[in-house]
């Protein structure tokens, strides 16, 4: 009985409504806006005309995103050339998918890389735009992350919060992706000025 007293007061003394606080206003991503039959986790609207979430795999998760107009779908996932099933059945309902393979590990990922992704997602003529990893988390969430910043002058801290919020899991396998958003608040000239060849006139 007494040890049953003495661990209800070391909870009661480390109860923090401030962290309940934190954790209720952290919206849950991982079915927003998406419609009966889609199972598209971490589904959420990034920007006008830009998406994320899980790979879509299913007919509906296609159909649901063809419903919002999706013209490309920018797969980062690496080795994404062995999944050839996934462009025939986007092509299907006129969809074209970009593979721009991101790491996720301990380094962090090629600027290179996450700047092609930025640029095709910032790039009004490859919109509406969907991008996704295989489980619309990590990699997903720190593209999104850094479009926030990037584009729509979301701070380092907020980023780092939304970060998060999308569905990120800290974890030193993973740690490459969040030292790369610590490491890049600013984009680099190139991304300023980018390449439009990635999408169709």
């Known amino acids: 009985m007494r040890v049953l007293a ?14 309940v606080r934190a954790e209720s206003e952290i919206p849950d991503l991982s079915r927003d806006q998406t419609p009966t039959g889609a199972k598209l986790d971490y589904f959420s609207r990034v920007d006008e ?3 994320k979430g899980s790979e879509p795999k299913s007919d509906s998760d296609y ?7 999706v013209k490309y779908i920018v797969d980062l996932r690496p080795l994404s050339w062995l999944h050839r099933s996934d462009e025939r059945k986007a092509k299907r309902y006129g969809i074209e998918i970009i593979p721009v393979g ?9 600027r290179k890389h996450i700047e092609t992704a930025l640029a095709i997602l910032g790039d009004v003529r490859c919109q509406p735009v969907y991008f996704h990893c295989a489980f619309g988390r990590d990699r997903t969430a720190l593209i999104a992350a850094l479009y926030k910043m990037y584009f729509l002058g979301m701070s380092p801290e907020a980023a ?23 490491k890049h608040p ?9 390449d439009r060849r ?3 006139a």
């Open 49 to 51: 005309g830009v998406y």
């Open 63 to 69: 159909r649901f995103l063809q419903s919002l107009h």
């Open 6 to 19: 003495a661990t209800l007061m070391v909870l009661y003394a480390s109860y923090s409504p401030a962290l």
């Open 102 to 110: 991101l790491n996720a590990s301990p380094i962090s990922p090629s």
């Open 186 to 194: 600013t984009p680099s000239p190139s991304l300023r000025s980018p």
């Open 198 to 200: 990635h999408c169709g």
């Open 160 to 182: 780092k919060q939304y970060l998060h919020e999308a569905g990120y899991k800290d974890g030193w396998v993973r740690h490459g992706l969040a030292g790369y958003l610590e």
